[in-house]
């Protein structure tokens, strides 16, 4: 009885919280995975990898207005380049304002975009948000409902992408517009002459600094979180629980949309080792077979599904034989010479240094 007394009233509440911290911790590690494949492609795409840090500096300086906005502090100049971005309030924040206003610039960005495709779901998908009737009581049950209500939306998140009609314009600008919060959910670097790059250390340092600076706030808004949870545990209410699901919809579709990004930037850079003219064929073989397979089955229930999944496997198919019979081989040749090159200097180096 008393375990079940401190299970209900101190560790309950936690459930949630933890389940939002993973899923966001898994958001940290998918978006530092693109940015190295991002860098990789850096020399032959730099005008992709710089729209992309465009976006990212864009959503980075819109989650610091908003932060101004909500905290009544106003925003008197907005700055955004493809270099650095750059927000300032007319009123100057102090104390809890200003602290506020940085929870909106350093973590803001991991939320905010998603939020806008969250929205979108909300005007037309509202099916897939599946909320429990009240509060939950011990942290089993905290984190079995979260569970619970987090698959059930990304089951129906995952079948609305499938059933997407590409030759619907909606639903191209939804993809596309997915595709942009993926692709720039975060910078890759910021400033013109000495570029910070921009790292999942950058952010956990910024995050830490937040977090230490004034830890007040840190018990202020635990404090918020218990007393709102024993409300709803009191009075039966699903307010705590529906607030936690929140951002853990928030994370998903940002995870959805940055596994939707890897997939673009992976076969960018696999069609970059084909063959020029032979690189250009996967990019055909996604409209090709689209088309194709909308008239196949053109009279089935699921053609949207079908054609999307043989689109995905004919690309896939195409660039894997093409990079193993067309891959560029002057640039594979020119690799293995600079390789050679360097264990030669190498070389050069240790007969130099034994002789001294």
């Known amino acids: ?6 299970d209900r009233f101190l560790f309950a509440p936690l459930a949630p919280i933890l389940g939002v911290i993973l899923f966001w911790s898994i958001q940290l590690l998918l978006i530092e995975s693109m940015k190295h494949l991002l860098r990789k492609i ?90 429990p009737a009240g509060s939950f009581y011990t942290f089993s049950d905290g984190l079995i409902v ?57 952010d956990l340092q910024n995050i830490k600094n937040l977090l230490s600076e004034r830890p007040v706030y840190i018990i202020s808004v635990f404090a918020f979180f218990y ?17 936690m699901l929140f951002f853990g919809w928030l994370s998903i579709i940002s995870i959805v949309a940055i596994i939707i990004a890897h997939l673009i930037i992976i076969l960018v850079k696999s069609t970059d080792q084909i063959c020029p003219f032979w690189n250009l064929l996967p990019y055909v073989t996604l409209f090709i077979s689209y088309g194709l397979s909308r008239l196949v089955f053109y009279s089935l229930s699921f053609q949207y599904s079908i054609s999307i999944v043989i689109m995905l496997i004919s690309t896939f198919i195409i660039t894997l034989f093409l990079k ?27 007969r130099g240094s034994s002789k001294r």
């Open 146 to 202: 979260f569970g619970n209500s987090l698959s059930y939306f990304s089951q129906k998140f995952i079948e609305l992408l499938v059933n997407l009609d590409f030759l619907n314009p909606f639903h191209v600008f939804f993809l596309l517009f997915l595709i942009f919060i993926g692709l720039g959910i975060r910078p890759l670097y910021i400033g013109r002459e000495e570029k910070r790059k921009i790292n999942i250390i950058y």
């Open 42 to 131: 850096w020399s032959k795409h730099q005008s992709l990898c710089r729209f992309t840090n465009l976006v990212g500096l864009f959503f980075q300086a819109f989650s610091h207005a908003i932060g101004y906005t909500i905290t009544k502090c106003g925003v008197s100049h907005f700055y955004i380049s493809v270099d650095e971005s750059k927000v300032e309030p007319k009123r100057q924040a102090k104390g809890a304002v200003e602290w506020i206003t940085k929870v909106f610039l350093f973590i803001g960005p991991f939320f905010v975009p998603a939020l806008l495709i969250f929205i979108l779901l909300l005007l037309g998908c509202n099916a897939a948000f599946k909320v």
């Open 227 to 243: 007393i709102l949870y024993y409300i709803c545990l009191f009075f039966n209410l699903n307010w705590y629980i529906n607030l």
């Open 1 to 6: 009885m008393g375990w079940e007394i401190v």
């Open 324 to 350: 193993r019979v067309k891959t560029n081989k002057l640039k594979t040749k020119a690799s293995i010479k600079k390789l050679k090159d360097l264990e030669v200097e190498e070389i050069g180096n240790r």
